[in-house]
């Protein structure tokens, strides 16, 4: 079933639960979509395999530091003007947009892209969740240059950036993103439909979609996080899903460093054990051990959920004393092949231990 | 008489007077132009007023720490991508190129790459000296826009900026090539015939030759600094001239800070007075105080010579006990108006002192 303006709501929620706990806060991208779909109209969301192969696709996103953009939000002059300085670039205008990743404000950003700009929308994004570094996505794992890629801000200053490769452009992007006041809008990885269809995870607007519905049903129903589980289980990506813990918070610590929020979570279980769950994050969590054991890691998705509403919790507002269940599900096929590992799994980002699919690890 | 291969060394011995302390070292421009002239022949100098009015004119400099700058020179594809990137993206072919200084690495730079790329250089600059900032600049003075511009690195990274003032460009411009290893090659004011003819100090590679030979024949003759002092008396700019003052340096502070180096140096005087002589600067020399009171301050021309040779001393290279003599020079007319002294007199770098032409201010 097409997806409406409607949906939006469902999405947003969806995609609090795919940022595994970064990502920003995708109420504020939730309301961008919904004022520029009243104003121009809900963009047209179409499948990745309908594509034509020569179609010439952009991904359109908001980057720099979630507490930002979420007060400054987006005014949308510059999110069109990235994508007009991208097709400058090219020669060659964009048929269609795609998000880059369905986690946060980013999974909703290219519906208000889409909306001003008459474009469809992919229904795909690079990843099948959030992640922080602009290189982390599957459209880099297959070879797709993220470069050239335009950045802007809200004076409609425009930054066009042609570097050798995805780290570089990341760090470049990231310094940039700095001077421009840490909140950008950024079209990168122009890329074919052909190539889309072989690099990116596809369909993740209607999961994100499924996951809020799924909440939002089992709200109604009694168990919003029996409901959400059973829908995960039934999704091609996620559905290795697991409930590792159900706990309350006792230790919390955030670190603003180097344009990330870098830090752990403490859980203390509620059944009266003396069992304790870590989690780790660089905006997105990246690793939840229980007494030291690790029990899920990147880029398996690690979310917290409110445990009576199910509520997706990110990272900025987790608070001593809440009282959260610990999620984990398996990561799209496409995120777990060794080239993708060396892109997004522990080791990129500093971690010792190995990737264990979540499967694999003792319940 | 027109421009030849044979005037660089003069005209980097110019430079670096014209320099007035910063502006890079110029033997690192003069060895980079000789170089693209040996292997690509020496590019017309062409007069400004010369240039056809519709004439699309770039100009093309090196930009960040001058150490760096002097370490790593360029290697010269970075140069070309630079100009072939503004090209590109107004969509349009360079006609000639211009210096945007002519004090320091960049009188020659635009030698360089006006060889490589086989295009007329414009016998003018923007300043008739060096200044640290992008902003700074008669043709900014005279409301052209510095973008969009092109920077680009050795690595052959690019990046083009449209930005809504120059000041703002200047920022970006700054922490991006903190990013790129403090030293790039920029390509910017992308200007008309009839604008640049309206806006550039005109005649300044001539003059840096011109203050070069004095200096070389003032050597043969026995009184280098006097046949500077006459030389410079004759021109149409610098013609107010003193030699302020005759001393050692006694104490020198140098530090690294954004970017820039700030700081002063103090000279006693040679002839058995009291009195003393302190300079203060940022990359360049702004203000010369005797005994505290003013005796030139920028947009007029502060320089350092030795005091047998009269050869030009950069900020880098001042040691305690050197003997030199301060030269002050007026700026050309078009650096002193209301306009171009809100951009770069004393106030744009944070002196309390008002401007006041040298010839007003008692000997």
């Known amino acids: 079933m097409g997806i409406e303006a409607g949906d939006l709501t469902h999405i947003a929620t969806g995609a609090a639960f795919l940022g595994t706990g970064g990502g920003g806060d995708p109420y504020v991208g939730r309301l961008l979509a919904m004022n520029a779909v009243e104003q121009f109209g809900m963009p047209s969301i179409v499948d990745a395999d309908a594509l034509p192969d020569d ?81 982390m996505t599957t459209f880099n794992v297959g070879g797709l240059s993220c470069t050239p890629l335009a950045m802007t801000d809200d004076h409609l200053t425009s930054v066009i950036v042609d570097a050798g490769d995805a780290k570089s452009a990341e760090d470049l992007v990231r310094a940039t993103s700095v001077q421009l006041g840490c909140s950008v809008a950024l079209s990168s990885y122009p890329m074919s439909g052909r190539d889309l269809k072989r690099t990116a995870v596809k369909g993740t607007l209607t999961l994100a979609r499924g996951i809020g519905q799924a909440i939002a049903e089992g709200r109604h129903a009694g ?40 830090g752990h979570c403490k859980l203390a279980a509620l059944d009266g054990s003396v069992s304790a769950m870590e989690i780790s994050f660089q905006n997105e969590h990246l690793i939840a051990r229980q007494d030291g054991r690790v029990k899920a ?43 993708a590992l060396a892109m997004f799994g522990p080791q990129a980002f500093g971690l010792d231990e190995p990737f264990v699919p979540l499967e694999d690890i003792d319940g």
Do not use: H, W
């Open 223 to 262: 168990d919003p996080v029996q409901a959400l589980v059973n829908y995960l289980r039934a999704t091609p990506y996620y559905s290795q899903c697991r409930v590792l813990f159900d706990g309350k918070v006792i230790d919390i610590r955030r670190e603003t460093k180097l344009g990330f929020s870098i």
């Open 297 to 339: 890691v990147v880029p398996d998705l690690i979310c917290l959920v409110d445990r009576e509403t199910a509520e997706p919790i990110p990272v900025e507002r987790v608070k001593y004393g809440q009282r959260l269940k610990v999620i984990a599900t398996s990561a799209a096929p496409i995120m777990r092949t060794p080239e």
């Open 55 to 135: 179609a010439q696709v952009f991904t359109i996103a908001m980057l720099g530091v979630p507490t930002v953009l979420g007060e400054k939000a987006a005014c949308g002059d510059e999110v069109d003007l990235a994508v007009k300085r991208l097709e400058q670039r090219l020669g060659r205008r964009a048929d269609a947009l795609v998000g880059i990743e369905i986690g946060g404000i980013n999974s909703l950003l290219p519906v208000m892209a889409a909306a001003r700009l008459g474009l469809p929308l992919v229904d795909a994004d690079g990843m099948g969740r959030a992640f922080p570094e602009l290189q």
